[in-house]
């Protein structure tokens, strides 16, 4: 039977905790998307597609994930809804100076205080740079009234707390 060496034992011990950094902080089916991000900062969705040899509604599915808040507003006659997602904030969509139809994916500074954690666990100083706190899990939120009330932001936090 092959022994790992104390090394190599080390190396499997910081993988494994760098694993859980990032279970920490998104579902792990993001992380591959949110390094990339990371390593290659501005590239469009498109390119984080192609570097991931996925389809474009998928990356787009991570990105939406990485993202922060972004809710919409409607109303259809007295029926007034709201739906929205809340994802983990660590990535951020700006303008593309150079094709301004496009957007590039940076790092929010939540994505950034990851990045540091990630590099200190991975260097064996996890102690060097503290945990993130953000939002965990990404989630949808949808809200539909007849206007007879209306939204209640923390009526509808007390009901989906008993959901």
């Known amino acids: 039977m092959m022994q790992l060496s104390e090394v190599e034992l080390q190396s499997l011990g910081r993988s494994s905790e760098i694993l859980q950094t990032l279970q920490a902080c998104m579902a792990i ?32 599915r991570y990105v939406k994930a990485l993202v922060g808040y972004e809710y919409r507003e409607g109303s259809l006659g007295k029926i007034k809804w709201q739906i929205g997602h809340r994802g983990y904030g660590l990535v951020d969509q700006k303008i593309n100076e150079q094709e301004p139809r496009k957007r590039s994916l940076v790092l929010t500074e939540y994505g950034l205080a990851l990045v540091r954690r990630l590099q200190a666990v991975a260097a064996g100083t996890p102690d060097a740079a503290p945990m993130p706190v953000g939002q965990r899990p990404a989630d949808r939120v949808i809200r539909i009234s007849d206007g007879s009330h209306p939204f209640d932001e923390e009526a509808g936090n007390r009901a989906a707390a008993h959901e």
Do not use: M, W, Y
């Open 29 to 60: 089916e993001h992380a591959p998307a949110f390094l990339l991000i990371a390593v290659r900062q501005g590239l469009s969705v498109q390119d984080l597609a192609d570097a991931l040899k996925v389809p474009q509604s998928t990356a787009s």
